[in-house]
């Protein structure tokens, strides 16, 4: 499915439990990670805003950003996690923030990962191997 209004971002917020469907059948929202295409985040750090969605250890965190390509990235920050990323996360390029929200889905370990167009503004060589197509 790649046509535009075909319905791809509603059967992912169905499947995501973002909207409820009025029947047929239901998912449990916590076996499932979404991440959209655009991502608003909190004025936080890079390392709280991956951690806020689940309680794991740094070395976890360090291994989600790098799935997500991001691990560089942080490295070279002059604060590393602590670096704050702005209101909807308006410091970091769109993405940066689809990374971050890739790393951040990755952490929570669902075992159903939903991407819609979460990788549309990543250029093709830094995109994790996995991930390609």
């Known amino acids: 499915m790649r046509d535009s209004g075909s319905g791809k971002s509603s059967l992912l917020n169905l499947t995501a439990g973002v909207s409820q469907p009025a029947r047929g059948v239901r998912v449990n ?10 991502i608003a985040f909190l004025d936080d750090s ?37 670096t704050e990323i702005g ?15 890739l790393a951040r889905a990755l952490l929570r370990g669902a075992s ?13 060589e830094a995109n994790p191997r996995w991930l390609r197509t």
């Open 29 to 38: 929202p916590e076996c499932v990670a979404y991440v959209p295409k655009d």
């Open 46 to 82: 890079i390392g709280q805003l991956v951690l806020r969605t689940a309680a794991k250890t740094d070395v976890k965190l360090m291994d989600a950003l790098t799935m997500a390509n991001l691990e560089f990235f942080v490295a070279a920050l002059p604060l590393g996690l602590d």
């Open 87 to 101: 209101d909807t996360g308006v410091l970091l390029s769109e993405g940066q923030r689809q990374r971050l929200g």
């Open 112 to 124: 159903l990962l939903l991407l819609d167009e979460a990788t549309s503004t990543l250029d093709e």
